[in-house]
């Protein structure tokens, strides 16, 4: 580079660039979290209500069994396990199929093949999983997955 | 002892636990590459969860390591006095690899759920999130040494001479350990989760951390090239400016498919797809600094490993990202083997290539000589094509399986369940698994490089070895 671009025009381009930037995304986050209670189903976690309770415990068991460490949720996770942003539709609206899934997961695993472990949830914590389940599926995620596959 | 400043040698033992963490971390890889093709390996003791928490966090602690090992060589150099507190430097070294150790051991011998309770996940559920597993005492560990770090880093270029490379490095550490406690940040609401998420995750890798990943760039090619500190700046100015104008914005190509408002389509895929920018003149920059140079440096390999870094985060972060960065094509391969590999390539070329890089120039210098023999060298040089290869390999392999598995169970008229799909494309894991383990060939060969005796005796100075005696005029020559 030539004399005419100066050391001193790239710092200003660096500090000027990153403050208008970081600020332009301040402000679309600001929009962002005006217009999520559209998108994110937050009325169905209201903690006075059962459901709510339930989904809030459900978030917590899939966050203290790390379920992101083979699963994907909304497309974010591990790619070792199926989706499950979309399982509960897959499942046929069914938050009975999903208990009665985790719940028969073999102690010793399927031989030569990946399988889920056996959690030995209590039937209120998979109850609690399924309403999460559930939930996530609500959210509106601009029509992905593709298809029901997740 | 060749380094200027006594309590540069800090560094050495971040550089030593960095390596072997890296070990820890393709060993665990390579666990679960067996488990990929053979679904029941090491089940039920080590889950595929399990190891991949080790996977994934080993290599982040470890490129965390080689940050702090960077910085407290490069720092007193550049500032041109000593570091402010050695013997603070040291103690967090040992609280950090004891609260890493201890982490891993918890990790892999009582289930995470047991792990969580005896932590007290509950007065602060932060665990359970992709990369951000630690416990949450882990958690604060990681932000008092951060804050020790930074003490330490901070005052010390206060006191000293202030370049753009300290300044820089220091911009980024500070960001880093910024946005690390939106970590603790952990709302029921699964669209503010992960929104927030992603500040830690992508305002680190796609931000922050390029500015560290800068900043010892410019280090080490100073430092092997000779070239004009002023030019270098320059450039380094230039390239972070890109980093940042691009992906602060480019974090919205997260923000497609989790409940955040489709603008963000438009604002992801655009700015985003401008992120290759500054990796690509970061190639060029590389390229010309060593071109220019003024000086041949006797450690060729770290030069290698500098080239090397450029050209792989630009094909890994740059064109790898790029590949499934526009919204209509992530609508496909959101969540896929197409995300894993450009995963792997990315880190690999940009932040285990750059330690490895200030390791390879600041490790011989630590050791007592400017540069390891010249067959330390050519071992070194071996294992930076064995494992570069491998990972070029280990990401086309994976983008093969990423592109059917797109296919097949999203884009055919008849989408197939997952786990048939996953069946279908084992043979690309099968040959992700092979290059994998020509990986680990790589890294043993590095390691063995470091107990090749490094001294370069007299005997060995004649003219029988060229090299030996190109690098004893450079080295008189620069006095």
New interface residues.
């Given amino acids: 580079?030539a004399q005419t671009?100066?050391?001193e025009m790239?710092?200003n381009?660096?500090y000027g660039?990153?403050a208008f930037?970081?600020l332009?995304?301040l402000a679309?986050t600001f929009?962002?979290h005006m217009?999520?209670p559209d998108?994110?189903k937050?009325e169905l976690?209201n903690p006075d209500t059962e459901r709510g309770q339930l989904?809030?415990h459900g978030?917590?068991l899939?966050?203290?069994?790390?379920?992101?460490?083979?699963h994907?949720?909304?497309?974010?996770?591990?790619?070792?396990?199926?989706?499950l942003g979309n399982v509960y539709k897959r499942f046929g609206g069914s938050k009975e199929a999903i208990m009665g899934f985790i719940k028969g997961r073999p102690?010793?695993?399927?031989?030569?093949?990946?399988?889920m472990?056996?959690?030995n949830f209590t039937d209120e914590e998979l109850a609690a999983l399924a309403a999460f389940l559930q939930?996530?599926s609500e959210?509106?995620?601009?029509n992905?997955?593709?298809?029901?596959?997740? | 002892m060749t380094f200027k400043y006594q309590s540069q040698a800090v560094a050495k033992p971040y550089f030593i636990a960095a390596i072997g963490l890296f070990v820890a971390q393709i060993l665990f890889g390579l666990i679960m590459g067996l488990q990929y093709v053979w679904g029941d390996f090491l089940f039920p003791e080590i889950p595929f969860n399990v190891a991949r928490m080790v996977h994934t966090n080993a290599l982040i602690v470890w490129l965390l390591m080689g940050f702090m090992g960077a910085a407290y060589y490069l720092v007193p150099e550049e500032s041109e006095t000593e570091l402010h507190m050695p013997w603070l430097a040291t103690a967090t070294f040992w609280i950090f690899l004891v609260a890493a150790g201890l982490t891993v051991a918890g990790y892999l011998m009582v289930p995470y759920a047991t792990l969580a309770e005896i932590t007290g996940n509950k007065l602060l559920p932060t665990m359970g999130r992709e990369f951000l597993e630690q416990p949450t005492i882990t958690k604060l560990g990681i932000v008092v040494v951060a804050l020790a770090f930074l003490f330490n880093i901070g005052m010390t270029i206060l006191k000293g001479r202030k370049t753009v490379v300290t300044l820089v490095l220091l911009m980024g550490l500070g960001g880093l350990a910024v946005f690390f406690l939106f970590s603790f940040f952990n709302p029921t609401n699964l669209v503010e989760d992960k929104f927030w998420w992603w500040w830690v995750v992508h305002l680190w890798v796609e931000g922050v951390w390029e500015l560290i990943l800068g900043a010892i760039l410019a280090f080490v090619l100073i430092k092997v090239t000779g070239v004009d500190r002023e030019i270098i700046e320059k450039w380094l100015y230039i390239i972070i400016a890109m980093t940042l104008i691009t992906g602060i914005i480019g974090t919205g190509h997260h923000y497609y498919w989790i409940g955040t408002p489709e603008y963000w389509q438009w604002w992801g895929s655009i700015f985003s797809a401008l992120e290759p920018i500054p990796f690509f003149m970061m190639t060029v920059f590389a390229f010309n600094m060593v071109n220019r140079r003024r000086r041949n440096h006797p450690n060729k390999a770290a030069t290698l490993w500098a080239l090397g870094t450029a050209v792989m985060a630009f094909l890994g972060a740059g064109i790898w990202g790029f590949l499934h960065t526009l919204a209509p094509v992530n609508y496909y391969t959101h969540g896929t083997q197409i995300t894993a590999a450009h995963g792997h390539m990315a880190f690999y070329g940009a932040y285990v290539m750059i330690n490895l890089t200030i390791i390879s120039y600041a490790m011989p210098i630590l050791r007592g000589r400017e540069a390891n023999s010249g067959k330390a060298q050519v071992l070194e040089m071996w294992a930076f094509w064995l494992m570069t290869v491998s990972m070029v390999f280990i990401t086309l392999f994976l983008t093969g399986a990423g592109i059917l598995q797109v296919y097949l169970q999203r884009f055919s008229d008849t989408p197939l369940p997952f786990l048939v799909v996953q069946d279908k494309i084992a043979l690309f894991y099968w040959l992700r698994l092979i290059a994998g383990v020509a990986f680990l060939v790589g890294l043993l060969v590095y390691i063995w490089s470091f107990f090749i005796p490094g001294e370069r005796k007299a005997a060995e100075m004649p003219a029988m070895e060229p090299q030996g005696s190109e690098r004893g005029a450079v080295e008189a020559a620069a006095g």
Avoid: H, V
């Avoid at chain 1, 899939?62 to 083979?70: A, F, K, Q, R, S």
């Avoid at chain 1, 994907?72 to 989706?83: C, D, K, S």
């Avoid at chain 1, 102690?107 to 399988?115: A, D, H, L, V």
């Avoid at chain 1, 992905?144 to 997740?150: A, D, K, L, T, V």
């Fill in positions: 580079m671009f100066t050391k790239s710092r381009i660096f660039g990153t930037f970081f332009l995304f679309l929009d962002t217009s999520m998108r994110d937050r976690l989904i809030a978030k917590q899939w966050e203290e069994n790390d379920c992101i460490g083979c994907t949720l909304l497309g974010e996770g591990a790619y070792f396990a199926p989706e102690k010793n695993g399927i031989p030569g093949r990946r399988s472990p056996q959690f939930y996530a959210i509106n995620t601009s992905w997955p593709p298809n029901i596959q997740g």
